[in-house]
T-cell receptor, first 112, second 113 residues
Framework: TQLLEQSPQFLSIQEGENLTVYCNSS?????LQWYRQEPGEGPVLLVT?????EVKKLKRLTFQFGDARKDSSLHITAAQPGDTGLYLC????????????FGKGMKLTVNP | DTGVSQNPRHKITKRGQNVTFRCDPI?????LYWYRQTLGQGPEFLTY????????KSRLLSDRFSAERPKGSFSTLEIQRTEQGDSAMYLC???????????FGPGTRLTVL
């Protein structure tokens, strides 16, 4: 059972558009990561957020951790074809487990 | 700068055969994780090592699966008597433990015919 729900699951947009991906749960996470994965490759870490309400920026990507540490969002400004990929959120459930729990991911296609 | 490496990258086997995968973590990382990812899903946790000790195992890890990390460095994942349902991408990750930030290898794609 996936504890993290991502929406939308698929998105196809034109170059230059903005988008937001959501990652929601009823559980509290001690930290949350966002990864990007290309077909046939492993996930590549983009960011880690640990404090409720935290906002981090990575060039055109803005990540936010919810105040209650149950949800997160990823906003991409002026998307480019190179942003195409699968975006995964993953969290460490509060309570000491070392495993990461992943959402199903959001498959993004940016058309030139 | 070497990241996590996994070998082989691809493995095709017949049902009933045994397979073994290797993972070499980032050198100073004491934590090592195995995950499995099927099409359309996010990775699912299989097992976790801190140094050479296997500290956590998922219920997904049936008795046909065994993982080792004998010297606290590289790890192996063996699947005995493979089944078609074992076809998946097997991912290894390593971490220093800081906020459970895990770095993944490229994965091993297993196809069971």
């Amino acid at each position: 059972t996936q504890l993290l729900e991502q929406s939308p699951q698929f998105l196809s947009i034109q170059e230059g558009e903005n988008l937001t991906v959501y990652c929601n749960s009823s559980s509290v996470f001690s930290s949350l990561q966002w990864y990007r994965q290309e077909p046939g490759e492993g996930p590549v870490l983009l960011v880690t957020v640990v404090t409720g309400g935290e906002v981090k920026k990575l060039k055109r990507l803005t990540f936010q951790f919810g105040d209650a540490r149950k949800d997160s969002s990823l906003h991409i400004t002026a998307a480019q074809p190179g942003d195409t990929g699968l975006y995964l959120c993953a969290g460490s459930p509060q309570g000491g487990s070392e495993k990461l729990v992943f959402g199903k991911g959001m498959k993004l296609t940016v058309n030139p | 700068d070497t990241g996590v490496s996994q070998n082989p990258r691809h493995k095709i086997t017949k049902r009933g055969q045994n397979v073994t995968f290797r993972c070499d973590p980032i050198s100073e990382h004491n934590r090592l994780y195995w995950y499995r990812q099927t099409l359309g899903q996010g990775p699912e946790f299989l097992t976790y090592f801190q140094n050479e000790a296997q500290l956590e195992k998922s219920r997904l890890l049936s008795d046909r699966f065994s993982a080792e990390r004998p010297k606290g460095s590289f790890s192996t994942l063996e699947i005995q008597r493979t089944e078609q349902g074992d076809s998946a991408m097997y991912l290894c990750a390593s971490s220093l433990g800081w906020y459970n930030e895990q770095f993944f290898g490229p994965g091993t794609r297993l196809t069971v015919l």
